[in-house]
């Protein structure tokens, strides 16, 4: 199995600055023998594009140069955010005095040396600030793994968070309507329960049950029963308030929570709303014929307090409504 070696990292550069030719030679040729890459610049300006196209580890500057000199490089290069970090060392033609010196260090220098340069002294030197440069870059390097890291962790953990967000809808939630499933139903009426105990309020709970649905199934096929479930809950939902609760129980069963009533008159005229938006035909698309559904459902009201004070005996109240006026539709068919 072939497997493909890391690339090597690239030679750390250094920049020589210098309008003498010779001096660049000499330079050239003690760096020949370490392994980096020597840029060389004939003036100031030169130097300054040069750093614009590369970063360097090390800037070997001469003080004295016809267009700008040496101080004024380093001054710019120290004022700009790629540049201020990277290390120079002056080379003039003699030791400044303390008072030039003081100069350089105040723009960034971090040594000087004198002309003629001395092989040894140059390549000592040299290495040293290579090294550093080596060791800052793996610290960036690794900083940046790091960063990237981290960064790869906080998407992981909000893709996490996305997924138990969604577990824990599709687990409270009917797949196929997007209704409150039972649990979350009963949740939420015994969240009614506490806050009407607590104020003294009225509220109701609603049962409905959609009349003869195993006959669409059984004539249309479970295509259009689906699809009568999902136009039912969105005509419920529609005919609701924002703050009453509409679930699927399962099957044809629906159930409603219908808080903040004055009295149970308010549920009667919600319940008005409902049976007036289920009158209107249901359409459904099969193999390219529009089909168009009747649905009817038998719908029962218990409010709290008067038809139950506990939320066990709310439910046994509601679906005996539904029961008697489901009954009784039944046998008015009959």
């Keep these: 199995m072939f497997v493909a070696k890391p690339s090597a990292p690239p030679r750390p550069k250094i920049l020589a600055v210098d309008d003498n ?12 023998k370490l392994d980096v890459e020597v ?5 100031g300006n030169d130097a300054l594009k040069a750093t614009l196209d590369d970063e360097f580890a090390l800037v070997l500057l001469d003080v ?17 955010e790629s540049t201020r970090q990277t290390p120079i060392i002056f080379v003039t033609a003699t030791y400044a005095d303390d008072v030039h010196r003081l100069k350089g ?19 000592s030197k040299v290495q040293v600030f290579l090294e550093l440069y080596r060791h800052r870059v793996a610290l960036r390097d690794a900083l940046s793994e790091l960063s990237e890291r981290n960064r790869q962790l906080e998407i992981e953990v909000e893709q996490r968070k996305q997924m138990e967000q969604e577990m824990r809808h599709l687990a409270m939630h009917d797949m196929l309507t997007g209704l409150p499933n039972r649990a979350l139903f009963m949740d939420r009426l015994e969240s009614a329960h506490h806050r009407a105990q607590r104020h003294g ?17 059984d004539t249309w096929g479970h295509g259009a029963g689906d699809a009568v479930l999902i136009e039912l809950s969105a005509r419920l939902r529609g005919a609701l308030r924002e703050n009453d609760t509409v679930a699927r129980l ?3 069963e629906f159930a ?6 004055d009295d149970i008159n308010d549920a ?27 649905v009817a459902a038998s719908i029962g009201v218990a409010a709290y307090p008067a038809d139950g004070a506990e939320v066990d005996a709310l439910l046994h109240a509601a679906d005996q409504a539904m029961y008697m006026i489901k009954r009784s539709r039944e046998e008015a068919r009959n």
């Design 105 to 123: 260090y105040g723009f960034g220098a971090v040594d000087y040396m004198a002309k003629p340069l001395e092989a040894t002294i140059l390549l």
């Design 39 to 43: 840029v060389e610049a004939a003036s």
């Design 268 to 294: 009667h005229r919600l319940m008005e709303r409902v049976t007036q938006s289920l009158q209107a035909p249901m359409h459904y698309l099969r193999d390219g014929e529009d089909l168009t559904l009747a």
């Design 64 to 80: 004295y140069m016809p267009d700008i000199n040496g101080f004024e490089v380093a001054e710019i290069l120290s004022q700009e």
């Design 256 to 261: 409603l929570v219908l808080e903040e009533l």
């Design 201 to 217: 309020g009225v509220f109701a709970l609603v049962y409905v049950d959609v009349d003869r649905f195993k006959e669409v199934n």
């Design 21 to 32: 030719p010779a001096n660049l030679l000499v330079i050239r040729r003690v760096l020949a």
């Design 250 to 252: 399962g099957g044809d």
